[in-house]
């Protein structure tokens, strides 16, 4: 389970996170919801450690994941994986590197296994033989199922995306959607989905969080989420203007 | 008035501010020294980037400079000063300033753009992120090897330069002076001493240090998309060289100096 509690976060006098209190159950799928620039990605950052708070903690199964020194986060880290939201893949190297590259440093494991290991992820994400390529040979729908096979590889317990379906036309959106939920049911994950795409929202999560002036504004079942009646979510869930609503 | 103390107490907070950072990261590497698991398979490869693939520039520099020494000085000799001579100017001038400075210099920016613009597009699309988030530290990964290959290859970078500087200045001294390669040798044995080879051996090793961690901390440190790329290669190559010319300063004081 992954607590959230009262975190702050400001980079340069911009107060990015005001106070977030969340709560992730295991096993399931979150949508973490907001508008562009309100901070999703610096939250996601945050549970896997990337960037420290300014104050407040984020608990992963009782301990304090900010507080931790370089070798512990390690081993945390070892349970997390993070989907960036430009995949992140690394040019330098070739897709089977790519995807293999904590095999290689992490596990004893020999060659075979590994590119054993590494097909299978691959066909996991739905691509096949493309393991000597290098990511720039790639279109950017399947850089980021790429990028989804590099981050199961290592069987991770929880899995963050960053918003996996930006960027991408409906179809491939969708695709990677489907994905996520397969790979859910599959793997028997902690999924964590930033996005701002409500139609993906709809498809993939369990449970919403919505993000708004650097706090949580809702957390509930999508339901509860179409339900709400706190005008400013609507405003979001329907993608409606607030300036607009102000003035009409 | 107070506009222009404003502006020095901004300019001189932001010199040390950075100063700071760069230490934390000096030290970051000094500390991922210790993960030899992980970067020396990585250290081969950057030395032939920064190493081999910087040759052929650091020979074109080296013979051009080699002939100017000796051309620029052959109007100095005449019956006071003797013409065996140039094989002295040649040999100190190239050896214990040239040769090193010059080669950092254009290396400042070949090597330190090239890195700073590589490290810097792997911050700006969160490549340094992912690697840490898969469980590396991307100091020992990245900035370890090319730290270790920038301060062996300059050294072997500058011994070349020299060494091509003196043959391309004792070829100019045959043909256009009124000197033989006896006395060019003569000349340049003369007053050689181990200074000739230990000032530029220093000045390398410290040069190719010093370029490969400013270029990495202006990677490392960059944001915002392409432009932010972009300015860090620009600064990674400015403050590198003028890190070059302090540092030259400083171990020639050193050295020579007579305390
Ligand atoms: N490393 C950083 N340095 C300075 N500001 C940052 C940094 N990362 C994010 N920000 C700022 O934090 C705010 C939220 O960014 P982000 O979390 O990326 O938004 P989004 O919700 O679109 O993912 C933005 O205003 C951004 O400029
Ligand atoms: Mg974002």
Redesign the pocket.
């Known amino acids: 389970m992954i607590e959230i509690k009262q975190l702050f976060k400001r980079?340069?006098g911009?107060e990015?996170l005001r106070g977030v209190d969340l709560t992730i159950g295991k096993g399931h799928t979150t949508a973490i919801i907001?508008s562009?620039?309100?901070?999703?990605?610096?939250l996601l950052k945050h549970i896997i450690g990337l960037l420290k708070p300014e104050a407040g903690c984020v608990f992963l199964d009782g301990v304090c994941v900010t507080d931790l020194n370089y070798e512990q986060l390690k081993d945390v880290r070892k349970k997390m994986a993070m989907v960036f939201q430009g995949a992140a893949l690394f040019d330098s190297m070739t897709i089977a590197e790519n995807v293999g590259i904590g095999l290689y440093s992490h596990t004893r494991m020999s060659r075979e296994q590994i590119a054993r290991r590494v097909t299978e992820c691959l066909d996991w994400v739905g691509l096949h033989k493309i393991e000597k390529l290098s990511p720039a040979e790639l279109s950017g729908g399947m850089q980021k199922r790429v990028a989804i096979a590099r981050a199961i590889a290592m069987e991770p317990e929880i899995l963050l995306y960053d918003e996996p379906t930006t960027g991408l036309d409906p179809i491939r959106a969708n695709s990677i959607n489907d994905l996520i939920v397969h790979l859910q049911n599959k793997l028997d994950v902690t999924s964590i989905v930033?996005t701002h795409d409500m139609n993906s929202v709809e498809r993939i999560a369990d449970f919403v969080a919505f993000l708004h002036n650097g706090r949580i504004r809702f957390e509930g079942t999508v339901q509860e989420l179409r339900e709400s009646e706190d005008v400013i979510l609507r405003n979001f869930v329907e993608g409606v203007d607030e300036v607009e609503t102000l003035a009409a | 008035m107070t506009l222009v103390f404003r502006f020095l107490g901004q300019r001189f907070y932001h010199f040390f501010y950075h100063l700071g950072c760069f230490g934390d990261l000096l030290w970051k590497t000094a500390k991922s020294l210790g993960d030899f698991k992980i970067y020396s398979a990585l250290v081969g490869e950057q030395m032939l980037r920064i190493g081999v693939q910087s040759l052929p520039i650091t020979i074109y520099i080296a013979a051009f400079a080699g002939m100017v020494t000796t051309i620029q000085s052959s109007e100095n000799f005449d019956q006071f000063v003797p013409a065996y001579l140039i094989g002295f100017v040649v040999e100190k001038g190239i050896l214990r300033e040239l040769s090193a400075v010059l080669t950092g210099l254009v290396l400042a920016g070949r090597v330190g753009a090239s890195i700073a613009a590589e490290l810097g597009t792997m911050r700006v699309t969160e490549q340094i992120d992912a690697l840490e988030t898969l469980a590396f530290n991307p100091v020992s990964y990245l900035i370890v090897p090319r730290v270790i290959a920038g301060t062996l290859m300059f050294p072997v970078l500058t011994i070349f330069a020299g060494f091509i500087g003196v043959t391309t200045g004792w070829l100019s001294a045959i043909s256009i002076m009124n000197v033989t390669t006896v006395e060019f040798f003569k000349g340049a044995r003369e007053f050689a001493d181990n200074k000739d080879f230990i000032l530029p051996m220093a000045k390398s090793f410290l040069f190719g240090a010093a370029i490969t961690l400013i270029a990495c901390y202006h990677g490392f440190n960059s944001?915002g998309g392409a432009e932010g790329v972009g300015n860090a290669a620009t600064k990674a190559a400015v403050t590198s060289c003028l890190m070059i010319l302090f540092l030259d300063f400083l171990i020639a004081a050193l050295i020579l100096f007579k305390y």
């Open positions: 980079f340069e911009n990015v907001g562009s620039g309100s901070g999703k990605s610096v930033v | 944001k």
